[in-house]
């Protein structure tokens, strides 16, 4: 059974700071990571889709890499804004069919001016 | 192009009452997944389904709820006989397959049962 843990639970910074969220999957045999936000009573925003055989993803200040063998991604958020505050998920597919997804627990982001 | 579209976006439904909950998918997406956020927890996986197949029911519970996805119109979430352990957000997703391609969610329905 898949299991996603992220780590930290929750984080807070200040704003221009660089910071690193992780995420660790315990089936590796993934076709692909995604990684998601979720602003508080909203839905979930696609931010990055990391295929099996990539290694590393980016986009904006965004950057997700993805090492199937240790069954970790990491996302870097470049140069924090306040607006970069809110709930960060990491998801794979998986199970009992490919396109279910399991999802962590998220990591809760702040970034205070 | 739409995005994922869902409605209503709030539901109050009274114990005993029945819940239906609509999800019309991104234009030319055939693939429809629903999922379920109650309070203070995770998003769980409770079923996908393409046009007239239900494809994997493994987070569904067995009773009281059922999903649709007809030929025509949107895919429907229904749950009888509510309780208030019911009451959570419900999100539906959409892709254009099960490889490889993104999950594109909807804003979700907020369901909440007195």
């Known amino acids: 059974k898949q299991e996603v843990t992220q780590i930290p639970a929750a984080l807070s910074v200040p704003e221009g700071e660089n910071l690193v969220l992780n995420c660790s999957f315990t089936?590796?045999?993934?076709?692909?990571l995604q990684w998601f936000r979720q602003d508080p009573g909203k839905g979930l925003t696609s931010l990055l889709l990391?295929?099996?055989?990539?290694r590393e993803q980016t986009s904006g200040r965004l950057n997700a890499s993805l090492d199937k063998s240790s069954g970790r991604s990491t996302l870097y958020i470049a140069a924090s804004q306040p607006g970069d505050s809110a709930t960060y998920l990491c998801?794979?597919?998986?199970?009992?069919?490919?396109?279910?997804?399991?999802f962590g627990q998220g990591t809760i982001l702040t970034v205070h001016p | 192009n739409a995005g994922v579209m869902q409605n209503p976006r709030h539901l109050v439904r009274r114990r005993g009452q029945e819940a239906r909950l609509r999800c019309s998918p991104m234009?030319?997406?055939?693939?429809v997944y629903w999922y379920r956020q109650l309070p203070e927890e995770g998003l769980k996986f409770m079923v996908y389904?393409?046009?007239?197949?239900?494809?994997?029911e493994s987070g569904m519970p067995k009773e009281r709820f059922s999903a649709e996805f007809p030929k025509e119109g949107p895919s429907i979430l229904r749950i009888q006989q509510v309780v208030r352990g019911d009451s959570a957000a419900y999100f539906c997703?959409?892709?254009?397959?099960?490889?490889?391609?993104?999950?594109?969610f909807g804003p979700g329905t907020r369901l909440t049962v007195t």
């Open positions: 234009k030319g997406h055939s693939h």
């Open positions: 998801a794979v597919p998986g199970g009992t069919s490919y396109g279910k997804l399991t």
């Open positions: 997703a959409s892709s254009r397959d099960d490889r490889g391609h993104e999950q594109y």
């Open positions: 990391i295929q099996s055989s990539q």
């Open positions: 089936d590796s045999a993934i076709y692909n």
């Open positions: 389904l393409q046009k007239e197949n239900i494809i994997d």
